[in-house]
């Protein structure tokens, strides 16, 4: 299986901004729900990205001022 | 069947809409944000998408546009979660009752400015209000008794001037003229899903500017959000601090479609035809010296009484005729100190795109033949 990247957004719709953030610097990307074992903070949504793609998506994040970590 | 009383709810609604509204009842849609397999995530999609139209329809981010149960509960959200008690603002005496009734709740101390005079007086007033101490202006865009526009872009770059906060009801204006709430100044729009965005009822949205305070807007409704479940109390991040709850989906997804309609037709031409109707009613009819018509100005309505006649009389009988209007106060009791002087409002006509001349012409054949004294 090809290895991914994950950025937790704040909110669901943030990570909508985020994919369409992503989709306007040509990463594919995909809205996820991330377990909340992991987040540590219950339900959150996030950005899955192909691992490839892991740091233009980043700075493309940035540019678009959408707060995230990484998980 | 003539419908000419929009501004209470449009009708008919366009093809695209029952469209929209059935497949959200009917699709596989889960709750918005609850969740992350496939349903969930449509219903999110959804959602989502309407948030991006909203906001490139009145100029803002998608994260700014925060779904209510319609245009009655984000002004009350607006009003209720900014303004403190005892605080000074500024309205004026076109209102309605959805920004008068939150407004006493609130208990601000409410300073009126004529709304039926012109641009610069109207700014006039509200600058000298602003300079007692006003923190706020509440008013609508455009009035739902008479045809009348207040210069909302006049009043916003006003109160920026002056850092004053904008509160506008859209109800009327949104769908029918362009509000753009950065270039305009608004802080917070208010606007219905089921009038001039031709959805149902049961949705609406507060659209912040993007350079509004939302930190100083409290959130009326707490409750679940999707997001943060750990926190005893509401997300500071905008949709969701004003969102709690499970969301109104086949409403969202009828105003997105009806969103779609009015820009594939275009507010100027929606304008251009209502204003086509109205010209037709009153070159038919203002010279008839039984009708006295209140106002020419723009928008999408005509307001009128019948000499001898009471309105809610007018209305029933035009009704036996087929012809639905609506007659009363309109939910607006102060805008009437410009209608009837007995205190028992007027009969308006409101029109929507699907509303056409020939319907003018017979609303007015009936009105001389069958309803004038």
Redesign the interface.
């Given at each position: 299986m090809m290895k991914q990247s994950i950025f937790a957004l704040?909110?669901?719709?943030?990570a909508?901004?985020g994919r369409?953030a992503l989709t306007e610097a040509g990463i594919k990307s995909g809205?996820?729900?991330l377990d909340?074992t992991e987040t540590k903070?219950?339900?959150?949504?996030g950005l899955r990205v192909s691992y490839g793609d892991r740091d233009e998506a980043r700075r493309a994040l940035i540019r678009a001022r959408i707060v995230f970590t990484e998980t | 069947m003539i419908y000419f009383d929009n501004a209470a709810t449009t009708y008919p609604k366009p093809e695209s809409v029952i469209e929209a509204v059935n497949d959200a009842v009917s699709g596989v849609y889960g709750n918005?944000?609850r969740?992350?397999h496939a349903a969930a995530?449509a219903a999110?999609?959804l959602v989502?998408g309407c948030?991006?139209k909203l906001a490139k329809a009145f100029g803002t981010?998608?994260?700014r546009v925060c779904f209510t149960g319609g245009c009655t509960a984000a002004l009350n959200t607006a009003i209720l979660g900014r303004i403190s008690p005892g605080e000074r603002v500024i309205t004026s005496d076109l209102e309605h009752n959805s920004v008068m009734r939150p407004l006493r709740a609130a208990k601000a101390v409410t300073d009126t400015f004529s709304a039926a005079s012109d641009d610069g007086r109207i700014l006039g007033q509200i600058d000298e209000k602003i300079k007692k101490g006003a923190a706020c202006v509440v008013c609508t865009c455009a009035s739902n008794v008479l045809p009348v526009v207040l210069p909302y872009a006049k009043i916003g770059a006003l109160c920026r001037k002056r850092g004053v906060t904008f509160i506008a009801d859209g109800a009327q204006a949104a769908g029918f003229y362009d509000i753009d709430v950065e270039r305009d100044g608004i802080d917070v729009l208010c606007v219905p899903s089921h009038k001039g965005l031709y959805g149902i009822p049961g949705a609406g949205a507060l659209i912040f500017s993007p350079r509004a305070d939302v930190s100083r807007f409290k959130p009326l409704v707490s409750g679940g959000?999707?997001?943060?479940?750990?926190s005893v109390i509401m997300?500071e991040?905008v949709?969701?601090r004003f969102e709690a709850g499970t969301l109104p989906l086949a409403a969202i997804a009828s105003m997105s479609a009806g969103i779609d309609h009015v820009n594939s037709v275009g507010t100027e031409n929606i304008r251009r035809k209502v204003e086509a109707v109205k010209r037709a009613v009153l070159g038919w009819l203002s010279d008839d010296g039984r009708i006295k018509f209140y106002g020419r100005g723009p928008g999408s309505l005509l307001c009128f009484n019948v000499e001898g006649a009471g309105c809610e009389r007018i209305a029933r009988e035009l009704d036996l005729h087929g012809i639905c209007v609506r007659a009363g106060l309109h939910c607006s009791p102060s805008a009437h100190k410009y209608t009837a002087p007995d205190g028992t409002g007027a009969v308006r006509l409101s029109f929507s795109y699907s509303n056409t001349t020939d319907e003018a012409e017979r609303f007015c054949r009936i009105m001389t033949r069958f309803i004038l004294p």
């Open positions: 704040s909110s669901l719709t943030y909508y901004k369409d809205v996820v729900r909340g903070k219950g339900c959150r949504f | 918005p944000g969740g992350g995530m999110a999609e989502y948030r991006v981010d998608p994260s959000t999707g997001t943060d479940p750990l997300p991040t949709p969701e």
